[in-house]
């Protein structure tokens, strides 16, 4: 399917690796440039390097922390006037209710909330005034089924889920639309950091985890960042442009509702 985006641009936050980098190379599939970010010079290099090979795109990097203003302004600058935006970030770290103390929430809520509402006031305006753009924001699994040890990530997703709900209705008018993606469990970096808890926790190897979470999927094993990349991909095409608001689940069956 063409997917109708060739020749637009888009920026695609904390990208060197995982589901990030999974959007970032499906973009670039249908011929998309990029600005890619991510913190780590090196990886980000390497993967934009990748894409320009596989794809024949170009595509720009702005190695910065997109969780400060300094990051952010970093990677503004160098958006320009973007037609697409893919916010992500790194995830909070998992905890217990009682340990996280305010300068925890606070850096959650900038990570996973404030960012992602920063880059879309920045970039939204020029999108709704050209009268097109995409934004895709990566979320989580816990939005609809909150992860108890992961209480960090609960909250500050659930923020961002609530201006996103609003914001995208009433921007839609302008075709814009801004929908958010969540992500259960997926074979990247942060999967694997997670499931080193579970080997340290139980005493067993990372294999040995990997096996017992993928056996509480109904799919039977984990996403792809390829998976997850196509959707992203979707979602910025000419033919998602009568989506708005939504929150869509990949989560291979993971979380059992109806509707
Ligand atoms: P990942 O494999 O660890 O990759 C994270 C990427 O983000 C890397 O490229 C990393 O590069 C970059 N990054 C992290 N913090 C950044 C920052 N402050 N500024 C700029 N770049 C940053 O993680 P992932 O699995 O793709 O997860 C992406 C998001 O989805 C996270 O918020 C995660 O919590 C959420 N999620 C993932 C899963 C899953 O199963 N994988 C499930 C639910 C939710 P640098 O370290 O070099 O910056």
Redesign the pocket.
């Known amino acids: 399917m063409d997917l109708g985006i060739s020749g637009k641009t888009a920026v695609v936050?904390?990208?060197?690796?995982?589901?990030?980098?999974g959007c970032a190379e499906a973009l670039a599939s249908a011929g998309v440039k990029l600005v890619m970010?991510?913190?780590?010079a090196e990886?980000?290099d390497a993967s934009a390097e990748t894409i320009r090979q596989v794809h024949g795109v170009q595509v720009t990097t702005v190695a910065a922390?997109?969780?400060t203003a300094e990051?952010q302004a970093k990677l503004l600058e160098t958006a320009g006037d973007a037609d697409i935006l893919i916010n992500?970030?790194?995830?909070p770290p998992p905890g217990m209710w009682h340990d996280w103390n305010r300068d925890d929430f606070i850096a959650a809520l900038d990570?996973?909330m404030l960012t992602p509402i920063a880059m879309i006031k920045a970039l939204v305006p020029g999108m709704m005034e050209r009268g097109w753009g995409r934004v895709v924001n990566?979320t989580?699994?816990s939005v609809k089924a909150p992860i108890p040890v992961l209480g960090l990530?609960n909250s500050a997703r659930a923020g961002l889920t609530g201006y996103v709900a609003g914001t995208s209705r009433q921007v839609a008018r302008s075709g814009v639309t801004i929908n958010n993606l969540l992500?259960?469990?997926?074979a990247?970096?942060?999967?694997d950091a997670l499931d080193g808890g579970v080997v340290k926790a139980k005493g067993i190897t990372l294999d040995e985890a990997r096996a017992e979470r993928a056996a509480t999927i109904p799919a039977g094993r984990y996403g792809t960042r390829q998976e997850f990349g196509a959707t992203c991909a979707f979602l910025c095409s000419q033919h998602a442009g009568f989506i708005i608001g939504q929150n869509i689940l990949l989560d291979g069956g993971a979380t059992n509702f109806t509707i």
């Open positions: 936050c904390a990208a060197s690796k995982g589901l990030g980098l970010n991510a913190r780590g990886a980000l922390d997109v969780t990051g992500n970030a790194g995830g990570a996973n990566i989580s699994q990530s992500p259960g469990i997926h990247t970096d942060r999967a």
